[in-house]
């Protein structure tokens, strides 16, 4: 049996987060096989409902590898959007000024254009080595911008790295749901001993 003294220090290390697991053992013992003295029926049931409460289970083995390595990847995944937000106004102007100067040549080729080729034949061979130069330049083009796709697929990969983790911490934080629920019990005796 716990005098009130003893009783109060024990409470008081406890809620102050210092009490040992040995300590909160007896407490726990106390209030749900012990004579509970009046004024302390909150404490009781928080302490009658960890008993009925499952155990709470313990973080994985690799817990803390895998949250520091979605932080990791998060930062990843911003360096990259770093890199993204310079890239993507270069590029712009690049293909800005290649759209100006393709269409100063072609209207300036245009304005002074005039019919050299007699022969049909001939003139179907030039257009076909000229749109052959063009589509090869275009692919030469889209080559260089596959960097850019390829930073699309690492933010994307980024991305589902951080939903996992996101996923596997809050699974993880369930537990604490316990907690809340033993201190929405615990509030309607606090405001009735506020009260007195």
């Known amino acids: 049996m716990m005098n009130k003294e003893e009783l109060n220090e024990l409470l008081e290390k406890y809620y102050n987060g210092e009490s040992t697991e040995v300590e909160e053992?007896?407490?726990r013992i106390f209030f749900l096989h012990g004579d509970v003295p009046p004024g302390y029926e909150p404490?009781?049931?928080i302490f009658s409902y960890y008993s009925e409460a499952?155990?709470?289970?313990?973080?994985?083995?690799?817990?803390?590898?895998?949250?520091?390595?979605g932080i990791d990847a998060f930062e990843d995944t911003k360096n990259h959007r770093t890199l993204r937000r310079i890239i993507t106004p270069i590029v712009s102007i690049a293909a800005a000024a290649a759209i100006f100067i393709g269409s100063y040549f072609f209207f300036t080729d245009k304005s002074q254009?005039?019919?050299?080729?007699?022969?049909p034949k001939i003139a179907y061979a030039e257009t076909m080595k000229i749109l052959r130069n063009v589509s090869s330049q275009l692919n030469s083009g889209a080559r260089a911008?596959?960097?850019?796709?390829?930073?699309?697929?690492?933010?994307?990969?980024?991305l589902e790295s951080i939903s996992r983790s996101t996923r596997i911490v809050t699974e993880n934080l369930k537990p604490l749901d316990y907690l809340q629920k033993a201190i929405d019990i615990a509030n309607p005796y606090e405001d009735?001993?506020?009260?007195?």
């Open 54 to 69: 499952l155990e709470v289970p313990q973080p994985a083995e690799n817990f803390e590898v895998r949250l520091i390595e």
């Open 25 to 27: 053992d007896r407490l």
């Open 113 to 119: 254009s005039h019919d050299t080729y007699s022969d």
């Open 145 to 158: 911008l596959e960097p850019v796709g390829m930073m699309s697929d690492v933010t994307t990969k980024s």
């Open 43 to 45: 404490e009781k049931e």
């Open 192 to 196: 009735k001993i506020n009260n007195k």
